[in-house]
């Protein structure tokens, strides 16, 4: 039977219109991305620059007293960044020791089930609300901490940095955990073909490979520590102070955007202006962390075959 | 050749290495252990605290300063219009952008290497940028919705838009490339192969994602504290425009009010976080069945 050939041709469809359309419309939803980074670096830098033609950028960077709201104001944005770090420092003292323990054992001790059953509960701790946190750290830790002997004070560095570890330790311990387990096994058998215990090949040989991830894993936690707002805001305290006196209250800059946002400052005010100069100052803040991480990663990446 | 091997060292060597080896696995489990004995001590002091005020009163008044009738169904029903806003948002413009990153998109260009790159800087941002995000363009600024359903429910929306996006794509991923062709192969345009192959094949992994972001922005409080919604309000919200509040703001309401003797608001706040982390553990329950239920393995 002939083919009839006048119906067989190479010349590519008609152009359906329909998937042009299609790919437009998809593209645009991809631009919703890029908008809101743009959006976020206007909201911030916009105002915040209008904030510095009021209030010099030198008294702010290096001014030592917080008092927008006072009749004597003060713009001197130290005292919040003190805090931040002061509640960051005691997160992180929890948060990776415990989360990169915690991912050793996940990776190279549990059991194929009992990690299966182990990650997600652990995931579980991620996913409470940060006002929870809050509640603990103010209603329980520090009465706890009170009792202990320790001279705290109702609102302390110490409640929100010790709770705040803990609602980290899954983000270090997760991440943590999956660069290890991307080690290869190859490494780990050639150790203990060699006469190394489990304690030598989890330090000497899979800790070192993971270093990358590892230190990632670290990174993002104190970034992480770095926004919160709920656990500071209800357990540290809204008073700024200079202080890293873990017993004192302190005004982390989350905390002080959060406490003015929910006030009542006239829009357009050099008040309303700082929480937008605070809150350029915290994602600046924030993206230096992140830029630290990527730095790092990429200088101590293990390349495996 | 013979080697020597001298065997008191290696035997004392290996005692001492035991020991070494089971305090190690010790400090390991202890690690393990703090955060679990964290989350159960705060479950079990909510529990006793809260348990007392969590009866119908609770869900059905509206909050009050007697702490005896006060109840959270403001908060209760804007959350709910929140996550139902918060689906009619980012799921569209969450799976459309996966869809184009994964299925369209030219790797080697490098303004979808940027886009790929500011989707992930963005999954970074602190929430409480995105609380002055909203503030700025939402709630004052150009399009000036003042402090109402709608501005929170995008707000929350485009914080969770980044982990919709990223879980999509991984479901996108996981269907197998031999499903598009073989589709490709018998005729189908893209768009038809990703409408009726790709996408259906992907949804339980799609849908988990999103429950797993609704489940994160429910528990969210400080964007919304930034945008202003409002921590007193007795009535129901009545539409997209009106004023509103939210579950854990009114749990931050009660926790924050001084408490006495006579009124006393910390146990309502832990009646409330019950009610929170309950609906919490019902969605993520949810998702995790699903996950389990439809996951196909290719």
């Not at chain 2, 705060?42 to 109840?71: E, M, R």
């Not at chain 2, 991923?173 to 499903?179: E, T, W």
Request: neutral net charge; proline residues 6%.
């Amino acid at each position: 039977m002939a083919t009839r050939a006048e119906s067989l041709s190479l010349a590519p469809p008609r152009k359906r219109w329909g998937e042009v359309v299609i790919k437009a419309a998809l593209a645009a939803c991809a631009l919703v991305s890029v908008a809101t980074t743009v959006g976020i670096v206007v909201a911030l830098f916009l105002p915040a620059f209008e904030f510095f033609q009021k209030v010099s950028f030198w008294d702010y960077i290096t001014g030592t007293e917080w008092a927008p709201l006072f009749l004597q104001q003060s713009f001197g944005v130290i005292p919040l960044i003190v805090g931040t770090i002061s509640v960051t420092l005691w997160a992180s003292l929890i948060a990776i020791p415990l989360g990169l323990g915690a991912a050793i054992f996940l990776s190279e001790y549990a059991r194929p089930r009992l990690r299966a059953t182990l990650k997600p509960a652990l995931e579980l701790l991620a996913g409470i609300p940060t006002v929870v946190y809050g509640y603990f750290a103010l209603t329980w830790v520090t009465p706890h901490l009170k009792d202990t002997g320790l001279d705290v004070g109702v609102f302390n560095a110490l409640s929100a940095g010790l709770v705040m570890g803990v609602m980290i330790i899954p983000t270090v311990a997760s991440l943590s955990e999956d660069a290890m387990s991307a080690v290869p096994s190859d490494l780990r058998y050639g150790a203990y073909a060699l006469g190394s215990s489990k304690l030598q090949v989890s330090t000497r040989i899979v800790v070192p490979a993971a270093v990358s991830g590892i230190v990632a894993a670290f990174v993002l936690g104190i970034s992480r520590a770095i926004g919160e707002t709920m656990i500071v805001l209800l357990a540290a305290g809204q008073q700024p102070n200079l202080s890293f006196d873990p017993r004192e209250a302190v005004e982390t800059m989350s905390a002080f955007i959060a406490a003015t946002g929910a006030g009542d400052v006239p829009t357009g005010s050099v008040e309303y202006k700082t929480i937008f100069a605070v809150g350029a100052t915290l994602f600046v803040m924030t993206l230096l962390v992140n830029a630290i991480s990527i730095r790092l990663v990429r200088k101590y990446r293990e390349v495996y075959e | 050749m013979s080697v020597a091997i001298s065997d008191t060292p290696v035997r004392s060597g290996r005692r001492r290495g035991v020991w070494r080896g089971r305090i190690f696995v010790a400090l390991l489990l202890l690690s393990m252990a703090v955060g679990f004995v964290a989350l159960g001590t705060l479950f079990f002091d909510v529990l006793s605290k809260g348990l007392a005020y969590v009866d119908p009163v609770l869900l059905t008044n509206p909050p009050s300063s007697d702490p005896d009738i006060a109840g959270a169904r403001p908060a209760i029903l804007a959350t709910l219009y929140l996550g139902i806003l918060l689906i009619l948002f980012t799921v569209p413009i969450g799976v459309g952008t996966a869809i184009y990153l994964e299925e369209y998109a030219d790797r080697n260009r490098w303004y979808n290497r940027l886009l790929e790159l500011n989707i992930q800087n963005l999954a970074a941002v602190p929430s409480i940028v995105y609380g002055i995000l909203g503030l700025a363009f939402l709630v004052r600024g150009p399009l000036n919705l003042g402090n109402v359903v709608l501005a929170g429910g995008l707000t929350l929306g485009l914080l969770v838009l980044p982990m919709v996006i990223i879980a999509s794509r991984e479901a996108l991923r996981a269907v197998p490339s031999s499903i598009r062709e073989g589709s490709m192969a018998l005729g189908a345009t893209q768009w038809q192969t990703i409408w009726r192959q790709v996408l259906p094949a992907a949804i339980p992994g799609i849908a988990t994602g999103v429950i797993l972001a609704l489940s994160r922005a429910i528990g969210e409080t400080a964007p919304l504290i930034v945008i202003g919604a409002a921590t007193v309000i007795a009535f129901n919200p009545t539409g997209l425009d009106s004023p509103f509040t939210a579950m854990p703001i009114q749990i931050f309401d009660w926790i924050s009010r001084a408490s006495n003797d006579i009124n006393d608001y910390r146990p309502l706040a832990a009646a409330g976080i019950l009610l929170l982390i309950l609906l919490l553990l019902a969605m993520n329950s949810v998702a995790i069945w699903l996950r389990n239920r439809y996951e196909q393995k290719w």
